[in-house]
């Protein structure tokens, strides 16, 4: 915190901001966030924050009491990478403000609204003889009721909705004797949070509070001296983690969870040192404490890639003694096949990062490090600060609960292009051998044999489309941020053109890998979202596309297509993109952004290497 200080005393802003959010994922009491807040408001008023990818306009409503929560929110908001405009309503007046088409809250528009809710707020508890059926009669009532108020917020604002869960009641006049009474307070919230889960539509993410609260204790994380006197839904010891959760829940709808965990290998994913214990000598699988400890961390890393995440190795390793555990140990729960990349070498730790974030085309604040050595990550911390380093414990048993708590890889849904992810790049090295082996980068495209699917947007890619859309930042003309719901009222705008693309060719599907959104004003069509995915650059999937945009633009009557390109420092790989397609300047915009425009007559089809087919 004095280093801090002494940062923004020297007025070295930009290492101030570093260190701010270094802090801020870190930062453990709630005088210490206090102290942050105070510093992040200091710093804001005189410097913006380096490298926010869009403002995120929050709502706080609820029944409980708001007012400790606009601070931290906007700190933590911030560490996910995003600028925060947090506005919170009175005690208790959420249904007023949600139902009121001129209330505070619906004029101010929120993309997001945290919807806070306790046990207090329940509108009906079933009566203590009520049998499991009037038990489930009212479970129903009572989620339909909170479910009904975000659709109304939803339709007020088409904003998406952080639905708290209701934690458990800290006492128990039943006893033991409550876990047989379906009536039982506890046993009922119960059954509204599973009800709640299950029919929360889309735009609706449920705060898991009843879990978080099971995890710090429900009677630390409630304390009924705060709520008689200030309606505070959550002790202070526990504020943070309440934030910190909330917080990597909105940058995850934004498209600010990393995608790829990338690993050191001795002390890591197993005890020992292979290159100076061998094989044999190292530590993991079952019948050892430690090498159980190692075993259950790489069962959880192997949860995060079946969900999505990529895997990358980098460790400071001859490379046949790193690949040694994989080949030969049948209790190595993670395989060669596994990881995306696999780097072992003796160069630094962040050289190797930097060329696994290119190999995969990715950023590097996408990336997540973790080494048992502290050494290692501070030099990780201090040459690429982007990435995101986990500070383990000196005990490999605390290691899923560590990278678990740090929330790096949040999500709000799971489409099938994440689970296929890892076998995509896998395919995707394959490709690049084939091209760095042709003659020629025609013959190349012509030999992967790519077949493409155009729809316009679709309710099941409705999901991919929106993580595409926040995502992605290489091919991307305008960066425009979008949520699901406004994604979503595009989509059914009838002056909107919606076009994406799904892709598959010789060595399997790449699936749905660009986006593109126009709207029709008179005769004109004005392109807002154009952006594909870095893993099909450079396959002519854009002349295609162009192609299909002209023909639907003819059948509405479009005589003219714009398009904006707008520079960011991650962009520029598009910036001729329109000119070499055939548009011409239209002039400058006051943020810097050129303009273009394609007049439709007199336009000639394009010839990129790619079939088009109804289904593949």
Same mark, same amino acid.
């Given at each position: 915190?004095?280093?801090?200080?002494?940062?923004?005393?020297?007025?070295?802003?930009?290492?101030?901001?570093?260190?701010?959010?270094?802090?801020?994922?870190?930062?453990?009491?709630?005088?210490?966030?206090?102290?942050?807040?105070?510093?992040?408001?200091?710093?804001?008023?005189?410097?913006?924050?380096?490298? #926010?990818?869009?403002? %995120?306009?929050?709502?706080?409503?609820?029944?409980?009491?708001?007012?400790?929560?606009?601070?931290?929110?906007?700190?933590?908001?911030?560490?996910?990478?995003?600028?925060?405009?947090?506005?919170?309503?009175?005690?208790?007046?959420?249904?007023?403000?949600?139902?009121?088409?001129?209330?505070?809250?619906?004029?101010?528009?929120?993309?997001?609204?945290?919807?806070?809710?306790?046990? =207090?707020?329940?509108?009906?508890?079933?009566?203590?003889?009520?049998?499991?059926?009037?038990?489930?009669?009212?479970?129903?009532?009572?989620?339909?009721?909170?479910?009904?108020?975000?659709?109304?917020?939803?339709?007020?604002?088409?904003?998406?909705?952080?639905?708290?869960?209701?934690?458990?009641?800290?006492?128990?006049?039943?006893?033991?004797?409550?876990?047989?009474?379906?009536?039982?307070?506890?046993?009922?919230?119960?059954?509204?949070?599973?009800?709640?889960?299950?029919?929360?539509? =889309?735009?609706?993410?449920?705060?898991?509070?009843?879990?978080?609260?099971?995890?710090?204790?429900?009677?630390?994380?409630?304390?009924?001296?705060?709520?008689?006197?200030?309606?505070?839904?959550?002790?202070?010891?526990?504020?943070?983690?309440?934030v910190r959760n909330t917080a990597r829940m909105i940058g995850a709808l934004l498209g600010c969870a990393a995608k790829c965990l990338?690993?050191?290998?001795?002390?890591?994913?197993?005890?020992?040192?292979?290159?100076?214990?061998?094989?044999?000598?190292?530590?993991?699988?079952?019948?050892?404490?430690?090498?159980?400890?190692?075993?259950?961390?790489?069962?959880?890393?192997?949860?995060?890639?079946?969900?999505?995440?990529?895997?990358?190795?980098?460790?400071?390793?001859?490379?046949?003694?790193?690949?040694?555990?994989?080949?030969?140990?049948?209790?190595?729960? #993670?395989?060669?096949?596994?990881?995306?990349?696999?780097?072992?070498?003796?160069?630094?730790?962040?050289?190797?990062?930097?060329?696994?974030?290119?190999?995969?085309?990715?950023?590097?604040?996408?990336?997540?490090?973790?080494?048992?050595?502290?050494?290692?990550?501070?030099?990780?911390?201090?040459?690429?600060?982007?990435?995101?380093?986990?500070?383990?414990?000196?005990?490999?048993?605390?290691?899923?609960?560590?990278?678990?708590?740090?929330?790096?890889?949040?999500v709000m849904s799971i489409s099938a292009e994440d689970q296929a992810r890892t076998r995509q790049y896998q395919q995707n090295a394959?490709?690049?051998?084939?091209?760095?082996?042709?003659?020629?980068?025609?013959?190349?495209?012509?030999?992967?044999?790519?077949?493409?699917?155009?729809?316009?947007?679709?309710?099941?890619?409705?999901?991919?489309?929106?993580?595409?859309?926040?995502?992605?930042?290489?091919?991307?003309?305008?960066?425009?941020?979008?949520?699901?719901?406004?994604?979503?009222?595009?989509?059914?705008?009838?002056?909107?053109?919606? %076009?994406?693309?799904?892709?598959?060719?010789?060595?399997?599907?790449?699936?749905?890998?660009?986006?593109?959104?126009?709207?029709?004003?008179?005769?004109?069509?004005?392109?807002? #979202?154009?952006?594909?995915?870095?893993?099909?650059?450079?396959?002519?999937?854009?002349?295609?596309?162009?192609?299909?945009?002209?023909?639907?633009?003819?059948?509405?009557?479009?005589?003219?297509?714009?398009?904006?390109?707008?520079?960011?420092?991650?962009?520029?790989?598009?910036?001729?993109?329109?000119?070499?397609?055939?548009?011409?300047?239209?002039?400058?915009?006051?943020?810097?952004?050129?303009?273009?425009?394609?007049?439709?007559?007199?336009?000639?089809?394009?010839?990129?290497?790619?079939?088009?087919?109804?289904?593949?």
């Open positions: 915190m004095q280093a801090l200080k002494a940062l923004i005393k020297s007025e070295d802003y930009e290492l101030a901001w570093q260190r701010l959010m270094t802090l801020a994922d870190s930062v453990g009491d709630y005088p210490s966030l206090t102290g942050l807040c105070r510093l992040r408001k200091k710093l804001g008023k005189i410097s913006q924050r380096p490298g #926010l990818r869009r403002v %995120v306009r929050l709502a706080v409503l609820g029944g409980a009491s708001t007012e400790l929560l606009e601070g931290p929110l906007q700190l933590f908001i911030e560490s996910q990478g995003l600028d925060a405009i947090v506005q919170c309503s009175e005690y208790n007046t959420f249904v007023q403000e949600i139902l009121d088409p001129a209330s505070d809250t619906v004029s101010f528009k929120p993309d997001v609204a945290l919807l806070m809710t306790t046990a =207090a707020n329940i509108p009906r508890w079933p009566g203590l003889g009520d049998d499991l059926d009037g038990v489930n009669r009212t479970a129903v009532d009572v989620s339909d009721y909170w479910l009904d108020l975000c659709e109304r917020l939803h339709k007020q604002t088409n904003c998406e909705v952080i639905l708290d869960n209701f934690h458990a009641i800290p006492t128990r006049p039943l006893g033991n004797l409550a876990v047989k009474t379906p009536s039982e307070p506890n046993n009922f919230l119960a059954r509204v949070n599973l009800r709640l889960g299950e029919n929360a539509p =889309a735009y609706v993410h449920v705060n898991d509070v009843a879990q978080l609260a099971c995890q710090y204790g429900v009677r630390n994380w409630f304390d009924a001296r705060f709520w008689f006197h200030a309606k505070q839904p959550v002790s202070f010891s526990c504020l943070i983690p309440y990338v690993l050191d290998l001795d002390n890591t994913l197993w005890g020992g040192v292979v290159g100076d214990d061998g094989v044999e000598g190292i530590r993991i699988g079952d019948g050892d404490a430690v090498g159980e400890a190692f075993k259950a961390f790489q069962e959880y890393v192997l949860n995060l890639k079946q969900r999505g995440v990529m895997l990358a190795v980098c460790s400071k390793n001859d490379e046949v003694h790193a690949l040694g555990p994989f080949q030969e140990l049948s209790d190595m729960v #993670l395989k060669r096949d596994d990881f995306v990349a696999f780097v072992a070498n003796w160069e630094p730790k962040p050289d190797n990062i930097a060329a696994i974030a290119a190999q995969l085309n990715i950023g590097l604040n996408a990336i997540v490090f973790v080494d048992d050595n502290p050494a290692e990550r501070e030099h990780v911390r201090q040459r690429l600060p982007e990435v995101r380093v986990v500070e383990l414990s000196d005990d490999p048993a605390d290691y899923p609960r560590i990278l678990d708590d740090a929330g790096y890889f949040e394959a490709r690049v051998r084939l091209q760095e082996s042709a003659g020629d980068y025609q013959d190349y495209l012509k030999s992967l044999d790519q077949r493409a699917v155009i729809r316009p947007f679709e309710k099941n890619h409705l999901e991919r489309i929106t993580q595409l859309i926040n995502k992605s930042n290489q091919f991307n003309l305008t960066t425009l941020r979008l949520s699901r719901s406004q994604v979503e009222a595009m989509m059914t705008d009838e002056d909107y053109v919606t %076009v994406c693309v799904r892709l598959a060719d010789r060595f399997g599907d790449n699936g749905l890998i660009s986006v593109v959104a126009g709207k029709q004003v008179d005769n004109v069509l004005h392109i807002e #979202l154009w952006l594909m995915s870095c893993r099909v650059l450079k396959r002519n999937v854009e002349m295609l596309l162009l192609n299909h945009l002209v023909d639907i633009s003819s059948r509405r009557g479009v005589a003219n297509i714009q398009g904006i390109y707008r520079p960011t420092p991650k962009n520029g790989l598009v910036k001729r993109l329109y000119p070499t397609l055939g548009f011409q300047e239209a002039g400058d915009m006051p943020d810097g952004a050129k303009k273009y425009s394609l007049k439709l007559d007199g336009f000639s089809p394009l010839s990129p290497p790619i079939m088009v087919v109804d289904e593949y």
